[in-house]
Every structure is written in structure tokens, then in C-alpha cells.
């Protein structure tokens, strides 16, 4: 598994919320936000793909951003 790899059904632990007793207590109502959100925001954009000539570039840190995604639309 790659870290740019992008895998809604991973089993895998991550650390997005946070583990042990200060495990986030909103990440049920933010895991429906983002599911909503992906859900209504693909059915109102055109298809779409990555760039095959400009892959996207990441920054570490205490959490992985993505600094450049260049798509291809249609
Ligand atoms: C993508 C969205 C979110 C991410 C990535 C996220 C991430 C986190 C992380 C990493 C922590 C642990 C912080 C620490 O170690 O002290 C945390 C704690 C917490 N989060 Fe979230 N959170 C998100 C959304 C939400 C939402 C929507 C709510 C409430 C509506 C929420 C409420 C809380 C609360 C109350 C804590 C403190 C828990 C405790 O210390 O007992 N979070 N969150």
C-alpha cells in the first residue's frame, strides 16, 4: 500500500482519529459527512481522472496534504 493510494474500504488502523481514550467521538458524523459530500459532489462534476503527465505531489507532516492535484476533465 502506497501512501497516495486513496482506499475508502482499507481494514488497516490509521491514525486519522486518533486511537485510545481520546479517540475522536465525531468520527461517525464526519466518516457521513465526507460520504454525503463525495456522493453529491461526483454526481455534479463531469468525469474526471489524474493527470497522467503530472502525478500529484504530497507534504508530510502530521498529516499527509496534498499539495497539487492536477485532473483531466470529460
Ligand atoms: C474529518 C473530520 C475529523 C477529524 C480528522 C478528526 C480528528 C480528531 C482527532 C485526531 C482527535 C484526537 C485529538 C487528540 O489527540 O487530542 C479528535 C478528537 C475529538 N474530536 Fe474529532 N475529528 C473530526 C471530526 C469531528 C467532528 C465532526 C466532531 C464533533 C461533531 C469531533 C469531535 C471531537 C471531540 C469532542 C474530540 C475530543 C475527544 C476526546 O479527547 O475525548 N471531531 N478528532
Known sequence: MKPEQFI????????TFNTGPHRCVGLNL?????????????????SFRLDPQAPPRFMGGFSL???SLPLVWG
Open 65 to 67: 496534504s496534498v499539495t
Open 8 to 15: 475508502l474500504g482499507r481494514k488497516e488502523q490509521h491514525q
Open 30 to 46: 464526519a466518516r457521513l459527512e465526507m460520504k454525503v459530500f463525495y456522493e453529491e459532489w461526483l454526481k455534479r462534476v463531469p
